[in-house]
């Protein structure tokens, strides 16, 4: 690793984190809460947004003046197009870079009939970790030793899933024993009756089945539940401590806990305001992370939309038109040999690129805590 020594003062080390595709700024997101995970984390800015877009690309006395300001130690970069006066005077203020997620990183096209630029400009990185084998070995071939190149994949385009209270989660699978489970996620109020007869039709396939409602609203939890007796259902409420045995049809969770608790105990979940308009909905990408089959209706917000498109083309998912149709999707899901295919799927698709954010962290963790101890 090349050994450049920060300017600033000692210090928590600052990394400041650039996309020059606004596109790829999730990349950047993820990466960085992976940092935050860390005992010894850097301090981070991050630009590449239309809400944090950072110095212009090819203003050096802005480019200068914002590393000073920020007291910045390390330049991470994500992007197709390599924003070359922002890694010079990086250099120039004695800087480390590294380029991540890289596949085919070209260099603005007026530099490209200089003879060797793409290849002195790519040297000038201290690391490049690349997509792939692919393209690990074509960087490695045009930079000839001159920048440590690692395939280290493809990086995460969504956040990991958060812990959970592991103790909980045990003792609920314990009281769970083999019965099947699936989870009405975050449900507001006016889809209640659409997830209650849903379990209805589910339960004539699997007569042991329980639903476990977390209400959007707690304040709603002894509504959901007087709703669900009014139907016909043995009901327990979180928030009551009541217990879940043999009996028990709905589990009102209403307690705020945290939905991964559920998540994690439900195959399938329903998500919650998909068939509302404008209601919006909670994390679809925690549920999938999370290994739950996802069904929903055809709302949602428009940071969600493009993970359940993804969802659904990959058969990740089930989308539903009306509220009538749930109870046939869950019940298919319920299935197990459909229901873990659909899953893992989803858990495969979420968690994509996990692997390589980690990598690339512990490589920002160890080149600052190596250079910072050089001070």
């Given at each position: 690793?090349?050994?450049?020594?920060?300017?600033?003062?000692?210090?928590?080390?600052?990394?400041?984190?650039?996309?020059?595709?606004?596109?790829?700024?999730?990349?950047?997101?993820?990466?960085?809460?992976?940092?935050?995970?860390?005992?010894?984390?850097?301090?981070?800015?991050?630009?590449?947004?239309?809400?944090?877009?950072?110095?212009?690309?090819?203003?050096?006395?802005?480019?200068?003046?914002?590393?000073?300001?920020?007291?910045?130690?390390?330049?991470?970069?994500?992007?197709?197009?390599?924003?070359?006066?922002?890694?010079?005077?990086?250099?120039?203020?004695?800087?480390?870079?590294?380029l991540?997620?890289?596949?085919?990183?070209?260099?603005p096209?007026?530099?490209?009939?200089?003879?060797?630029?793409?290849?002195?400009?790519?040297?000038?990185?201290?690391?490049?970790?690349?997509?792939?084998?692919?393209?690990?070995?074509?960087?490695?071939?045009?930079?000839?030793?001159?920048?440590?190149?690692?395939?280290?994949?493809?990086?995460?385009?969504?956040?990991?899933?958060?812990?959970?209270?592991?103790?909980?989660?045990?003792?609920?699978?314990?009281?769970?024993?083999?019965?099947?489970?699936?989870?009405?996620?975050?449900?507001?109020?006016?889809?209640?009756?659409?997830?209650?007869?849903?379990?209805?039709?589910?339960l004539?396939?699997?007569?042991?089945l329980?639903?476990?409602?977390?209400?959007?609203?707690?304040?709603?939890?002894?509504?959901?539940?007087?709703?669900?007796?009014?139907?016909?259902?043995?009901?327990?409420?979180?928030?009551?401590?009541?217990?879940?045995?043999?009996?028990?049809?709905?589990?009102?969770?209403?307690?705020?806990?945290?939905?991964?608790?559920f998540?994690r105990?439900?195959?399938?979940?329903?998500?919650?305001?998909?068939?509302?308009q404008?209601?919006?909905?909670?994390?679809?990408?925690?549920?999938?992370?999370?290994?739950?089959a996802?069904?929903?209706?055809?709302?949602?917000?428009?940071?969600?939309?493009?993970?359940?498109?993804?969802?659904?083309?990959?058969?990740a998912?089930?989308?539903?038109?009306?509220?009538?149709?749930?109870?046939?999707?869950?019940?298919?899901?319920?299935?197990?040999?459909?229901?873990a295919?659909?899953?893992?799927?989803?858990?495969?698709?979420?968690?994509d690129?996990?692997?390589?954010?980690?990598?690339?962290?512990?490589?920002?963790?160890?080149?600052?805590?190596?250079?910072?101890?050089?001070e």
């Amino acid at each position: 690793m090349t050994d450049l020594k920060p300017s600033a003062p000692r210090g928590r080390a600052m990394v400041w984190l650039h996309s020059t595709d606004p596109g790829l700024v999730p990349v950047l997101e993820v990466l960085a809460e992976q940092l935050a995970d860390f005992d010894k984390a850097p301090d981070v800015v991050l630009t590449g947004s239309a809400s944090a877009k950072g110095p212009a690309k090819d203003d050096a006395a802005a480019i200068d003046h914002f590393i000073e300001t920020h007291a910045i130690h390390l330049l991470v970069l994500v992007g197709v197009v390599v924003p070359v006066t922002l890694l010079e005077r990086a250099q120039a203020k004695g800087l480390a870079v590294l380029l991540v997620d890289a596949k085919h990183p070209e260099v603005p096209s007026r530099w490209r009939l200089v003879p060797g630029h793409t290849r002195n400009t790519l040297a000038r990185f201290t690391q490049i970790h690349a997509q792939d084998q692919q393209s690990a070995a074509a960087i490695t071939r045009l930079v000839r030793g001159k920048t440590d190149v690692y395939e280290t994949g493809r990086l995460a385009r969504y956040a990991p899933a958060h812990g959970c209270n592991a103790f909980e989660l045990n003792a609920m699978r314990a009281s769970l024993g083999a019965r099947p489970v699936w989870f009405a996620y975050d449900l507001p109020e006016a889809e209640c009756d659409a997830a209650l007869q849903a379990h209805a039709h589910a339960l004539r396939r699997a007569h042991r089945l329980l639903m476990i409602l977390q209400p959007r609203d707690p304040s709603k939890g002894a509504a959901m539940a007087q709703r669900a007796r009014e139907q016909g259902f043995m009901c327990a409420r979180r928030t009551l401590e009541e217990e879940i045995d043999d009996s028990t049809q709905v589990y009102i969770a209403d307690a705020e806990d945290d939905p991964g608790l559920f998540l994690r105990l439900a195959p399938v979940s329903f998500l919650g305001g998909s068939l509302t308009q404008d209601a919006g909905s909670a994390s679809a990408v925690a549920a999938a992370a999370l290994g739950s089959a996802l069904i929903f209706g055809p709302y949602s917000t428009a940071d969600q939309r493009l993970f359940l498109d993804r969802l659904c083309a990959v058969g990740a998912g089930r989308q539903i038109g009306i509220a009538p149709a749930l109870g046939e999707a869950l019940a298919r899901l319920l299935a197990p040999d459909v229901g873990a295919d659909v899953a893992l799927k989803a858990w495969t698709l979420a968690t994509d690129g996990s692997e390589a954010t980690l990598k690339v962290a512990r490589a920002i963790i160890d080149w600052t805590q190596l250079n910072r101890g050089r001070e």
